[in-house]
């Protein structure tokens, strides 16, 4: 709770969704429990030259909307 200049009660909300039911699919993950029909591979093939392990990249909605045509390159594997 927070009060304005003039003395009123403005009451602050923050809203938070959290998902169980959706795991990273990870093998090395210790707080998911994962389907084994949805793990991503365990060796993970690296094309990146800028990195040289294998690596997960965490997109949202927008950029698999705005960037489809990045990730379905053969580049990236596990989509």
Do not use: A, W
């Amino acid at each position: 709770l927070r009060k304005t200049r003039r003395g009123h009660v403005l009451k602050i909300t923050h809203e938070l969704y959290l998902r169980t039911d959706i795991t990273c699919g990870s093998n090395v993950c210790q707080q998911c429990t994962v389907d084994q029909t949805t793990v991503l591979d365990k060796y993970m093939k690296n094309g990146n030259n800028l990195v040289s392990t294998g690596h997960y990249l965490l997109v949202d909605t927008n950029i698999v909307l705005q960037q489809v045509d990045v990730l379905e390159d053969p580049l990236f594997t596990n989509v």
